[in-house]
């Protein structure tokens, strides 16, 4: 393992298995079209204090998140790749962060790998790290924040120990300009009862003022520009979306205390199936300083998170890098002294899970087919044909050869995320990834005076894809009340009375498109508003009308 530098190995897996496959396929919608318009519109309005969400003031979320992802875009161009290279790279950091402090914990290379490669792999994070959103970006800066705590609490050097409380705070500083508060309250929650239990609470009180005062140097800068832009920011911010999100009962994602303990074990599939070896390590070693500091690291933030009652599955991921660490100490244990049984297991259970895919995939394609007969189709169809072969295969081998091949459920994983999305379904793809429509339209849509479209997600993938903030939302508002409720953008609203107004105002100055979304009920009654006529281009649910100018 040292021979093949294992550092470099797992970039190189981490280039293959997630970077090269980020053009692949369409945006997501909400998340992906959403955060690529966001940062989009900053580079072309150049306001990079106040993030506007196709020109509508938009509060949820602070602004280092988005600078990242226009980054992406400024770099690489406002394609998919550009779109997404800032998830990508803050969780290969991330993975990096994971064989650094597995380095300093055990000073074992066999450790570093395992635990870098089983928290590259794991479901959860695999997933997100081709997906643009802002939470691979956070769980860079609360891992960086908890790392940097180790490394103060574990230097020897004055130098070394200022050194890793200012990284500290670098880290909360942009955690918190990327999602707010919790950046602050998670490596405290942490940092408190571990410097009690170690009675060193007076080195906190000495040192964590270093990494204070770099977070406020760092964040006060754009805290008081959004201030002065946006005087009712921090009111919504803090109000709707900590304290309401946190404590009301009413809260957006609202979910039972226990929702996040079923997620925690699908999150680390393909390797659920250690779990249990993991904790029984744990439990054994819990004399270690190391355990305790990561298990308070796991566990904490996974009972603050289980308090809160909005909930969302990605609200877990900066327990993952903990989780990762006590199972790659649990795994090469076990794989030193000899003790298959657990690997055996895990290997079984994933190639269970393989098996039972593809003979639904079969037995639905065969009685009600998923995908139809078009060459595309068939080879989207292929492409999930050998995803599911190379997690069956991947897992055989480390079923039967669990102290040699026991990685080799991470190969399985890879495979996944970089050819499942594009091996989706039209049925799929046609609603889910709308700008790949838009796409396929662009130039007709360019020559148009107006938009407008009844979905927000549809509404974003029209607007990055024409570089265009200005759509008008038909009997829509979702995320978006609060910024519609300014004087300047109360103009975007189009009820379902006024449509066919708006529509023939609008043509009197030029042609109108109109992107539609047709599944529910109330989505076939606005359909149904529209007037005749236009060029119509209809695709699964999708529909687009180009209406030409009033003569």
Same mark, same amino acid.
């Given at each position: ?34 955060? =690529? ?29 988005? !600078? ?96 890793? !409380? ?8 942009? #955690? ?36 204070? #005062? ?68 744990? !439990? ?122 026991? =990685? ?97 105002? =609008? ?25 005749? #006529? ?18």
């Amino acid at each position: 393992m040292t021979r093949l530098k294992p550092l470099p190995l797992l970039l190189l897996a981490f280039a293959v298995f997630y970077l090269l496959p980020m053009g692949l396929h369409g945006l997501w919608v909400p998340d992906e079209t959403r955060y =690529a318009q966001i940062s989009q519109e900053m580079l072309l309005s150049g306001n990079w204090v106040a993030p506007h969400f196709m020109g509508v003031r938009y509060f949820e979320k602070p602004a280092a998140g988005y !600078w990242l992802i226009a980054l992406g875009q400024a770099v690489f161009g406002e394609n998919l790749f550009g779109v997404r290279i800032a998830s990508a790279l803050t969780t290969g950091l991330s993975v990096v962060l994971a064989y650094l402090i597995a380095r300093r914990l055990w000073n074992d290379p066999r450790k570093s790998f395992a635990c870098a490669l089983l928290y590259m792999s794991f479901g959860l994070v695999a997933g997100q790290a081709g997906y643009s959103n802002l939470d691979p970006q956070f769980t860079l800066w609360v891992n960086l924040s908890l790392v940097a705590l180790w490394f103060a609490l574990d230097s020897r050097s004055s130098r070394g120990r200022l050194g890793a !409380w200012a990284m500290l705070g670098v880290a909360c500083a942009m #955690g918190f300009m990327t999602k707010g508060f919790l950046a602050w309250l998670l490596p405290v929650l942490i940092a408190v009862p571990y410097m009690l239990w170690q009675r060193r609470l007076g080195e906190l009180l000495r040192y964590g003022p270093i990494a204070i #005062g770099v977070a406020l140097l760092l964040c006060l800068p754009w805290v008081w520009a959004i201030h002065l832009q946006e005087p009712d920011y921090w009111r919504f911010f803090f109000w709707h979306e900590h304290i309401r999100r946190f404590s009301s009962d009413n809260a957006q994602h609202a979910r039972a205390w226990w929702f996040f303990l079923p997620i925690m074990v699908v999150a680390c599939l393909p390797w659920a199936a250690l779990l249990p070896s993991t904790v029984l390590k744990a !439990w054994k070693d819990k004399g270690q300083p190391a355990i305790i500091f990561l298990a308070l690291w796991l566990l904490l933030p996974l009972v603050f998170f289980s308090l809160s009652n909005g909930k969302l599955p990605t609200y877990i991921m900066p327990c993952l890098l903990p989780l990762a660490l006590l199972m790659g100490h649990a795994v090469i244990d076990l794989v030193s002294r000899g003790k298959t049984r657990a690997l055996r297991v895990n290997g079984l259970l994933n190639l269970a899970i393989g098996v039972g895919a593809l003979v639904a995939l079969i037995y639905l394609q065969i009685g009600n087919p998923l995908y139809s007969n078009s060459h595309a189709e068939m080879y989207s169809l292929s492409l999930t044909f050998i995803v599911l072969l190379g997690w069956i295969l991947s897992n055989v081998l480390q079923a039967f050869r669990p102290l040699t091949l026991w =990685a080799m459920p991470a190969l399985g994983i890879g495979l996944l995320v970089a050819l499942l999305p594009a091996g989706m379904p039209e049925e799929v793809t046609d609603t889910e990834m709308p700008d790949q429509f838009v796409l396929q339209h662009l130039d007709e849509l360019q020559h148009t005076h107006a938009l407008i479209s009844n979905e927000l997600g549809s509404a974003s993938a029209l607007s990055w894809r024409l570089r265009r903030p200005e759509v008008a939302f038909y009997d829509t508002q979702g995320e978006l009340s609060y910024g519609l409720k300014y004087a300047d953008s109360m103009h975007r609203k189009v009820d379902l009375d006024s449509i066919q107004t708006w529509l023939a105002d =609008a043509r009197q100055q030029g042609s109108v498109g109109v992107l539609m979304r047709v599944k529910s009920t109330s989505e076939h009654r606005e359909e149904g508003q529209l007037p005749a #006529g236009g060029k119509r281009y209809r695709k699964g649910a999708m529909l687009l009308i180009i209406y030409p100018k009033i003569p």
